[in-house]
């Protein structure tokens, strides 16, 4: 695969943004009919074997330190997939996109602490008004939280350690493999625990396949692989930054699709958490 530019690589990543705006949608529909991790596993299971189909004679040099890495990105996407499923069962596809959208602010924050220095003055205002949107958007009558909102942040958390450390293993390892055998990894991980924990199903529906076939060609085999491809020629907090596109996707198309309209406080919530995390990424260039 060609060597891309900075600007090619982010302009890869916004198209990406797109495709995860489109994954609440799929994964609203698919919900009501399959369980979480067997949803999970046809999604990567899926995307695994048609991007090993497509590019099977790369695949095929492998080495110790792939499938190691590719192992634990594998186990972060599988933790992320599912905590977005549990969170999209219990809150609107909307709330769900701006709610995984804090990563953008977790990642300059987190390698700001693993660097041992104050975050910039901007990283700090961002996640201030970000942690006013939160609470905006998750807390509920009688000040309790709304639970798919938690799990929604679980999936925000796991995908700012899943960003970081995906930075550091493409600089190792061949970043089409890393991204296409992570797959492989999550669709083995949740395989184990549907036999372990779930009732297996195929879906049962055109729609529910649509949701599965949808989750596993758009959001995964091209999403996630060409995140892995593009993020090599660039920088962890331009990955954050550009994916704060997603939740704007995820409202529009959730609006479109599902005609989902949310309370006025998560409106003032979403408008929050997007203008925090444009004013803690402002310093960077594009």
Not at 104 to 133: E, T, Y
Request: positive net charge; charged residues 10%.
């Amino acid at each position: 695969m060609k060597r891309m530019t900075q600007k090619q690589a982010n302009l890869v990543l916004a198209t990406v943004s797109i495709a995860w705006g489109l994954s609440y949608i799929f994964m609203k529909l698919g919900i009501d009919a399959m369980p979480p991790a067997t949803i999970v596993a046809l999604r990567c299971g899926i995307a695994f074997l048609v991007t090993m189909l497509i590019f099977v004679k790369k695949m095929m040099k492998i080495n110790t330190k792939l499938l190691k890495y590719a192992s634990i990105s594998g186990a972060l996407l599988a933790g992320i997939f599912a905590m977005l499923l549990y969170g999209v069962m219990n809150t609107t596809a909307t709330s769900a996109g701006f709610l995984t959208s804090t990563t953008v602010v977790m990642v300059p924050a987190i390698q700001a602490f693993l660097h041992r220095k104050l975050p910039a003055q901007n990283i700090i205002v961002g996640v201030v008004i970000v942690s006013i949107g939160l609470v905006l958007m998750t807390v509920r009558d009688q000040l309790t939280f709304d639970v798919g909102a938690i799990y929604c942040l679980i999936a925000a958390l796991l995908y700012t350690i899943h960003i970081i450390i995906s930075n550091h293993f493409v600089r190792e390892v061949d970043a089409l493999q890393l991204g296409i055998y992570q797959l492989g990894f999550a669709a083995l991980y949740a395989t184990v625990f549907t036999f372990m924990f779930e009732t297996p199903v195929l879906p049962d529906s055109p729609i529910h396949w649509l949701a599965i076939l949808g989750l596993a060609l758009i959001c995964s085999a091209y999403g996630f692989v060409m995140q892995s491809v593009a993020q090599k020629y660039t920088k962890a907090e331009s990955v954050g930054f550009l994916f704060s596109l997603e939740p704007i996707f995820s409202a529009i198309f959730a609006f479109i699709f599902l005609k989902e309209i949310i309370g006025l406080n998560s409106y003032i919530g979403a408008v929050l958490i997007i203008t925090g995390v444009f004013i803690a990424n402002r310093s960077k260039s594009f």
